[in-house]
Every structure is written in structure tokens, then in C-alpha cells.
């Protein structure tokens, strides 16, 4: 966390000073806005959570409830999110408070008494180690709290408007402000009445039962997969000996997938209901919560589960949908118009709850799009910078309900059916790394690059998010994660892998630095004039010896730039590797140096050999708008600050 380059600060970091539209933000939701989001789920509070760093784009985001969510259905935080949770700043405060997933246990009719269940097998959950990140539960309430937080300590200061349904949106093509939307007031003194706001563009991130999605025009397509489940949150008294860990439980009478919860007592357990005859009309709906625990009790034989709590439970049908397109540009209209509208999460795709997805896919929809926003708001993209949101997260919605059919099939059959008895733990294993959220892989794309140096980093795969590996940092000799420095504030990241020449010597890295400084074809070129020379572009660079090897003085100056009112120099940007962990070997990067570009939601979009200046220039180009004076700027640029003078003073 960097802070003081502005002047002392006294306070909490994590505050921003505010700025742009936060500097007197009104508390009434205006008639005119850049962004509104509707519904203030996981997808919906991480793109606020994000646009809330671009000072000068007013945002806000509507939810028909009153207040805060109090207890949210979804609690699977795969290690991607939590990845993601680390750009936001919270990775480490919630995992203090959530339940982690390190192994999952497998339980089947016991040979000698097909009655009883025994446990079969143990699988450790990331055994691949996938990420430095752990899986684990914990309320979707709590996700949203901390996307608030962030989000009101932000430059922009943003909050929910609650209080507000969407009712409908009209979509012009006419003014600055082309999308009218009209909302209702579903609480306060104007509960029952209708207002109309404009805005440049919409997110509909309310649910499966999207009104968004229905203006226009999209419709979830798919299938049934005729089977119930029971599900609750419970507090218990019971015998059975795996009740905090992970369980996938296949009895004679039925499944249970059991998930500890966050806190030492709670857990959910999905109950098996069978079979769902589509003649009844869905009335397995009308399951209560007293034969769920029945049924529970049947699968669970020998063991015994005494109910005492029940927080939530609910019956549904496992259903797979999704929508042939996430924003509102007609397949026939595709390339004539940009998008004004965007769906994301549920409203989009739904599948099973089982396999923890529903809540962490989402988030992701929300990443997307939100910086993509943000970039063509402020002026440094082209609108045709949010065509490619649609186009990305369609294939990732298809692919995990593909995967989740699969899963949720395999949970749901009964132990005879199996071919081979490990079938089912097997599965769990092989497809670790899908689960865990790192089999998206996005294609060849104005921000996406064809694989054509792959060899170059054969650990950073093109398109696939950036795997972190451990570093240490030149000027305070403090061993870290490289990937955990690259926060939620918008900026592409471009690491450096200097070739083998020490620092100062005249090298590849050397020859790059010079280039990407100070030509005209250089991303950096385009930062805005006045704005700090990382504010949209952050460039590291990480020299192959140990960082005692490494003259600081020595690095060039593009590693080091001069940030801030008093243009303090940051020495954060220059690293080394650990000799307990080289960089270079476990991520396959090329001795004779290679350049990695990431997007600002921390995906790969190229890698390069260093002597390639004008391919990296042109890709960047295809990105960055026409050369021209920017409109605004990340917070590290733009955040306010009182003239020097008066810092000094007030830090005395």
C-alpha cells in the first residue's frame, strides 16, 4: 500500500482523498449519470467497487431493497476471487473470517451394510497448487460489505441507492445521455412513484429474474435437469465425524454435498430430493424444511443430525441457462453500433449451486466490464473497447455450464451407476483448476494478442490470468508476491523480465527502457499531460540477480518515475528474484528477457520478446483513443490534494 507522496496521512490508508464527482456527491441519485448498475449483487457491487476509482465517471447503483443484503444464498469463494479480493485490498481480512477448504472427503454405502455410509476417499483440494490463494466459504453478504467499503472509500466516494426497482429503459441514440431508464421508489416518502434517469450506459446485474435482461430483448435459454435439491444453513448436534470438512456423501437413499461454513458451527448441506416428475408442476418446491432434515437423516445413516438452527434453506431444480448475447447490440447490428446495455451474472447464466460457481463467474462478469467502462468514459479507450465484453464472457458462461451439467450429473447418481467406484473423486481432482476459477483463457482480440511468443513465458499463458510468483522488492529488500501489487485502480500492467546484464550495463532492457520512455509510439505516450507518468501504463521490472546484485541507482529511470505534487521518486516498481523461489524458472520466462502485458482485471494480453518496441506499440494502439488531451485519469493522477505548502504544514 503506497500513501504520504500527496502529504502525511494521518488516517486510515485505505480512505482516498476524494475527487472528481466524489467532491460533493450528492446523496440523491441524479437525473443524469455516466454508469447505472442495477442490483447490488456480486457482480453489480464488484463493477461499482471498480468504476468507483475513475474520479471523474459518475457511477451508482440501484437496488430495490431498503438496506444491505443480511444473508446472501452463495458462499464458494474460489482462489481466483480471492486473487481478485487481493487487487481490492480485503484477500487477507476475509480470509481471517472464512471457513478453508483444504481437503474434501468422498462417503458410499459401506460394502458390508449398503446402509450405512463410510468414508472412501480424501482429496486435497488445490493439490496442483494452483493458486497461492485458498478456497474458501464465507456469506455473499460479507463479499458485499467489503465491494462497499472499498467503494465509499474510494475518490468518488461511492454508495448504493437503495430504494429504486427497475422498471424499464428506452435506448435513443439521442444526446449525451442516451439511455432513459425508468425506476420506481420502492421505500421512503416517494415509495409508489416512478422517475425517469438518463445515462451513457446501463449494467443489469439483478438476477435470474432480470428485468434488465428482458428490456432487451435477451432471453435465458437451456434446459431442466428434472432433479431437486434440498439446501439449508443450519446450526446441529450430530455424530457425523467429518461435519467441518468438505463432503461429497452418496448413500443408499440419496446425496448430500456437505460445505462447512465460516465460524466454526454453521454448515450447508444440498439434500438429494430425487427425481423431479415435470407432470407435478414443480410442487417438490413445497418440500419443508422438516422433511429436508428427514431426508438428511436417511443419507447420513448411521450418523444422527440434531437440528437446533435453521438460518436459511430453500428447494430448487438444477437448471442450466444462458443468453445468447450479454449487451444490447442485435447479432445483425454487430459492428454498425457499440453497446449501451450490459447483463452480467445471473441475469445471464444459471446453473447448479454445487459447484460453488454461480457467485465467483459473476464477480468476474463485473471486472470486465467495469474497467472497460471506465477506459472509454475517461477518453483513453475507443467505444469499441466494450463490444469485446460480450464477446469474452459468453464462451467463459458457456463453458461452466457445460462443466457444471457434468458435475452436477455425477453428483446426483447413485453409487451402482458409477463405472468405477472413484469415479466421482477422480473427476474432482482432474478438473481442480476449472473450479478454482483459472480455465478462462480469453481469445485473439483488440486486447488479447496471438500466442506468438509463447515460448518466451511458457507460466504466463496468453489470454489466462496472471499466475503471481514470489519476488523481492530492490528498495526495501521485502520478499512478496509480484501479482499482489497490481490493484484494482484501472492500469494496465507491463512487467519487464530483464535480460541477464546487471543494472546499468548496456542491455536489451536498457535499449527497452529508452523506447518505451521516451518515444512517440510508446503506450506511455499517451498519459495524459500533467497526470503522473504511471497513471495509466504501471511498468516493473525484474532483473534476474538477487536484489543485493542490484544497483538502484543504476536502474533506468522509467522504473523509478516521479510521482505526486512533489514528484517523489517510487522505488516500488524494481525487483529481483528470490532465490528460494526464481521467477524465471517457475514461470518459463526466457534468460534473454521478455515483456508481460496485463489488462487492469489482471488477465495476460501479450507477451513479447524486449526487442519488440513497434509490435508491443501497435497492439497498445489498437486500445488506447486517437492522441489527443485526456479527460481524466486514475486517482493516483487526479486525487486531490491541497498545494504543497500546505501538506507540509498540515504534516507537521
Known amino acids: 500500500m503506497q500513501f504520504h507522496h500527496h502529504g502525511y496521512v494521518s488516517g486510515d490508508p485505505r480512505v482516498k482523498p476524494a475527487a472528481g464527482v466524489g467532491l460533493n456527491r450528492p446523496d440523491e441519485l441524479p437525473d443524469e449519470v455516466d454508469v447505472l448498475i442495477v442490483g447490488t449483487g456480486p457482480a453489480g457491487m464488484l463493477a461499482a467497487a471498480q468504476l468507483s476509482m475513475f474520479p471523474n ?15 446472501g444464498q452463495a458462499d464458494g469463494i474460489q482462489a481466483r476471487s480471492v486473487e481478485t479480493f487481493q487487487a481490492f485490498g480485503f484477500a487477507e481480512r476475509i480470509i481471517a473470517e472464512a471457513y478453508r477448504i483444504t481437503e474434501m472427503a468422498f462417503w458410499k454405502p459401506d460394502p458390508a451394510n449398503r446402509s450405512n455410509i463410510i468414508r472412501t476417499a480424501r482429496a486435497v483440494d488445490d493439490e496442483m497448487g494452483i493458486s497461492e490463494f485458498p478456497h474458501l466459504i464465507v456469506n455473499q453478504a460479507r463479499v458485499l460489505d467489503y465491494f462497499a467499503e472499498f467503494a465509499a472509500n474510494s475518490p468518488t466516494r461511492l454508495k448504493p441507492d437503495y430504494g429504486y426497482e427497475f422498471q424499464g429503459l428506452e435506448v435513443t441514440e439521442q444526446g449525451e445521455y442516451p439511455v432513459a431508464v425508468t425506476l420506481l421508489h420502492t421505500a421512503g416518502p416517494n415509495e409508489g412513484r416512478e422517475r425517469v434517469v438518463r445515462a451513457k450506459y446501463v449494467v443489469g446485474a439483478d438476477g435470474a429474474r432480470s428485468k434488465v435482461r428482458a428490456a432487451i430483448g435477451c432471453t435465458l435459454a437451456g434446459d431442466q435437469a428434472n432433479h431437486a435439491w434440498g439446501v439449508m444453513d443450519t446450526l446441529a448436534v450430530t455424530d457425523f465425524p467429518d461435519i467441518r470438512t468438505k463432503c461429497a456423501i452418496q448413500g443408499e437413499k440419496g446425496s448430500i454435498l456437505l460445505i462447512p461454513r465460516e465460524g466454526g458451527h454453521l454448515f450447508r448441506m444440498y439434500v438429494d430430493l430425487g427425481e423431479v416428475d415435470p407432470a407435478t408442476h414443480h410442487a417438490v418446491r413445497n418440500t419443508s424444511i422438516e422433511q429436508i432434515i428427514d431426508k438428511a437423516n436417511e443419507i447420513l445413516h448411521p450418523y444422527t443430525l440434531d437440528v437446533r438452527n435453521v438460518a436459511w434453506h430453500s428447494v430448487y431444480e438444477v437448471g442450466h441457462r444462458l443468453t445468447d448475447r450479454f449487451d444490447d447490440v442485435l447479432p445483425e447490428d454487430r459492428g454498425t453500433r457499440t453497446p449501451r446495455v450490459f447483463i452480467t451474472g445471473d441475469a445471464c447464466h444459471t446453473h447448479s449451486a454445487k459447484a460453488g460457481q454461480g457467485m465467483n463467474v459473476s464477480m468476474q462478469d463485473g471486472f470486465n466490464i467495469a474497467w ?49 467406484p472413484s469415479d466421482l473423486e ?59 501489487h497490481a490493484t484494482a485502480d484501472g492500469r494496465w500492467r507491463i512487467y519487464v523480465f530483464a535480460d541477464a546484464a546487471p543494472a546499468g550495463a548496456h542491455s536489451g532492457v536498457a535499449d527497452f527502457a529508452e523506447w518505451i520512455a521516451n518515444s512517440p509510439d510508446s503506450p506511455l505516450a499517451a498519459t495524459p499531460s500533467g497526470a503522473d507518468p504511471d497513471a495509466w501504463f504501471d511498468v516493473k521490472v525484474i532483473y534476474q540477480q538477487p536484489h543485493t546484485a542490484v544497483d538502484i541507482g543504476q536502474v533506468p529511470a522509467v522504473f523509478k518515475p516521479q510521482v505526486g505534487p512533489f514528484k517523489l521518486t517510487d522505488y516500488e516498481k524494481v525487483y529481483a528474484t528470490d532465490p528460494s523461489a526464481d521467477i524465471f524458472e517457475l514461470r518459463g520466462l526466457d534468460r534473454n528477457g521478455v515483456v508481460v502485458v496485463v489488462r487492469p482485471d489482471q488477465y495476460v494480453a501479450n507477451v513479447l520478446p524486449l526487442t519488440a518496441t513497434a509490435e508491443l ?36
Request: proline share 8%.
Open 57 to 71: 465517471v459518475t457511477t451508482r447503483i440501484i437496488e430495490r431493497r431498503p438496506g444491505r443484503l443480511a444473508i
Open 372 to 420: 472497460k467502462l471506465g477506459h472509454v468514459l475517461e477518453g483513453r479507450s475507443p467505444e469499441s473497447l466494450l463490444s469485446t465484453y460480450s464477446a469474452e464472457r459468453q464462451v467463459v458462461a458457456k463453458n461452466l455450464i457445460d462443466f457444471d451439467k457434468e458435475w452436477s450429473t455425477m453428483m446426483a447418481k447413485k453409487p451402482e451407476e458409477f463405472e468405477n
Open 426 to 484: 477422480d473427476f474432482y481432482v482432474r478438473t481442480a483448476e476449472f473450479p478454482a476459477g483459472f480455465m478462462t483463457e480469453y481469445a485473439p482480440s483488440m486486447l488479447v494478442a496471438p500466442a506468438k511468443h509463447q515460448g518466451l513465458a511458457t507460466g504466463f499463458p496468453v489470454g489466462k490470468r496472471f499466475k503471481s510468483a514470489p519476488v523481492v522488492r530492490v528498495g526495501d529488500t521485502n520478499p512478496l508476491h509480484l501479482g499482489h
Open 617 to 652: 506499440g501497435a497492439f497498445c494502439a489498437q486500445f488506447l483513443a486517437p492522441r489527443q488531451s485526456a479527460v481524466g485519469a486514475t486517482p493516483a493522477m487526479q486525487a486531490a490534494s491541497p498545494a504543497p505548502s500546505l501538506l507540509v504544514s498540515n504534516g507537521a
